[in-house]
């Protein structure tokens, strides 16, 4: 099945890491959402982009004076979704989104070709255009993307951006982890940045070859929808010091999403109903498994990869791709994904397992 080969050269992550105490630094979307409850005439003070009481004083005043089903009980961990909540119930508001003069930002590293710089400059910004155009999200905060061909340089560039989420250590711990020098291209979410890796082919800075130029495109659209539902759901995965863990809920369905859209972009060609029979024919898990692996740190590998791509592909066939989206923002709100999955999806996630467990066989 020569046509699916692409599928298989990508296995793409996110990265799911303990926070570290620096956490409470400066953030993009705090910034924001203090403009926008000033510009509403309720005081936060200066708009510093740290969190504080009177911020979460303030957002609660908010809501007393703007009752809301689109805003969750406001916390530093959320922020991005009231920036974001704010603009849409207000639109006036939206010109004080982080990322509302430059939705996508491109950091492309002087190692690179300038062949390889101009495709992949195209090819991010064609992906993200379809994800949004298919997904119809808003995003408050920019897509910001680092591409090199290598790791030493890409580093300082994911350091400024996730630096206050991950210490220097799990950053490149991580790069060491998903950029392969083997493969054409891979790639990794961080929380406000991606990271795409070009390997040892394309280090001489030749052009893209048609195949590469698929692997990009998988890699995109993988790790643009990504860092899309980190958004949307509110980077809520981290445990911040002294906070409840709050979960984005199943890793495989991380995945799921991710691997449905990146191969809904990169082979259009493939019909959803092909997709599935493939991943049908690939997956070897059973829905206990699938279960299992809702846990980020059992969730690893082809067997794990091929399981989530059935169960996305399942969803979508059930719920449509519009599922997903509504999915991050259900979780955005209520920080609860089982709740998040049955508005997202039209069925508990306990009876998706059922579900699961009948569809594996044709
Ligand atoms: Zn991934």
Redesign the pocket.
Known sequence: MQKFLPILLIA???TFLPVNPSAANFQPSIKCLQIQLNDLGIDVGVASGFWHRKLENAANQYLTNYPSKQLPYPSRLNAIVWCRGLGQIHPKLRKFWPSHNNPLQLSLLNNLSKSQSKTIRKEARRAFKFINSELGFDLAEPVKIVASNSLQDMLPVVRAEAGSVYTDAQIQADLKKHCHPSRSVSGA?FEHIIAICLGKELSSGRAFTKDQLISLRHTLA??IS?EVLNQLSGYLHTQLPGEEFVKRGPRWL??AM??VIDNHYAIPSNSLDRNLAWYRMKNSIDSQELKRSESANIFSGDVHYYGAGLAGHLLFKRSGLDSFRTYGEALGIEGNSLIAFKRAFGLSLTDFYIYFGKQIKP
Do not use: D, G, K
């Open positions: 793409v992550f996110a979410a993988h790790e990504h991380l995945e991710a691997m």
